[in-house]
């Protein structure tokens, strides 16, 4: 069976390259690729070769090929067809999480049949959904508190859609990106450039602006015992951030939320199966697809990866079509 798969050979390469693949002993079905979602904040520092040393068998992606010191396969979520499985899955639209590959073969365990009323294009959002879901655990956010969010990209608009869904919730947007800001507004979202804060008045905020200036407003923004939520991947750069005004005197907190543990204080009553249904149910509003701002074909995404190195991609999220 021949496929088509996005390379990264260098911090400076992104090609296509056409294989053969075949069955074998662990996997049972045949996917055809239908859409993938491009997590941009993860994949840019991929695509430029900024995994840590120590972070890199952590980072691994199922059935991803190579390595992350080049060249190698990446990508997490990626919506197909089964056309060859089980009785039960053929014609189905299933969710994986894959590298960007026009045909694959998978392991009937690691996919997710997609409800059919559930479009395959907005599926591509599970994987980054589950990010913002446990986020929104790891906060604790609650009824009636003013909250902020640092940052509109995927995750931070994820993020935004399921806090307002929360009674009485004060939301705040801070984006200094234009298009970005224009965008969220246009949606219903209260966003600034700039946020000038005459004392810390936020009882939890969340920084996904992958910028150590964006996490230092967040904390300097929350309130006595005030939770900062950290959602940026940073790779191996270092970030600088300034604990020494009244981080210890307020008792403030930085909180690590990363998607592939389910937070301590809900694994008494839920796995990553129970997550996965919870966000297919959340997915069912239409609005999901408002947030997939540009779609590309699988042809194109060389380019946009190079565009993405360079820091010229500003769109929300970006879909590979194949």
């Not at 690691?110 to 929104?136: C, G, Y």
């Not at 407003?217 to 959602?231: Q, R, W």
């Not at 930085?254 to 996965?276: A, F, M, T």
């Not at 380019?303 to 820091?311: I, S």
Request: charged share 20%.
């Amino acid at each position: 069976m021949e496929t088509t798969a996005l390379w990264h050979l260098s911090a400076s390469s992104t090609i296509l390259k056409t294989t053969n693949i075949r069955n074998d002993h662990s996997v049972s079905c045949l996917i055809k690729s239908l859409y993938s979602l491009i997590s941009t904040g993860t994949e840019r520092l991929v695509a430029q070769g900024k995994v840590p040393d120590n972070l890199q068998e952590a980072m691994k992606v199922p059935y991803m090929e190579g390595s992350f010191g080049f060249p190698l396969t990446y990508g997490y979520s990626l919506v197909g067809e089964v056309i060859e499985g089980p009785e039960h899955l053929i014609g189905k639209n299933v969710h994986i999480m894959h590298p960007h590959q026009s045909m694959l073969y998978a392991n009937q365990a690691h996919i997710a049949p997609i409800p059919e009323d559930i479009p395959s294009k907005r599926a591509v959002l599970v994987s980054n959904l589950e990010t913002a879901v446990n986020a929104v655990w790891d906060s604790e956010v609650t009824v009636g508190e003013k909250v902020l969010v640092a940052g509109f990209g995927i995750i931070g608009a994820l993020l935004c859609q399921i806090l307002r869904k929360f009674p009485a919730i004060d939301l705040q947007v801070l984006e200094p990106n234009q298009t970005r800001r224009e965008m969220a507004r246009s949606w219903g979202f209260n966003v600034a450039e700039t946020i000038t804060l005459t004392e810390p008045s936020f009882d939890v905020a969340f920084n996904t602006s992958s910028h150590e200036n964006g996490l230092q407003f967040c904390i300097d923004s929350v309130g006595y015992e005030g939770k900062v939520v950290e959602l940026s991947w940073y790779g191996d750069q270092s970030v600088n951030i300034n604990l020494g005004k009244s981080f210890h005197h307020l008792r403030k907190q930085i909180i690590s939320s990363q998607v592939s543990q389910i937070p301590g204080h809900k694994l008494n009553r839920w796995d990553h199966q129970r997550r996965k249904a919870l966000v297919f149910d959340l997915l069912k509003d239409p609005f999901f697809d408002e947030l997939l701002t540009d779609e590309i074909s699988f042809q194109d995404s060389p380019v946009f990866f190079q565009d993405l190195r360079n820091g010229t991609i500003d769109s929300i999220g970006t879909t590979i079509k194949y």
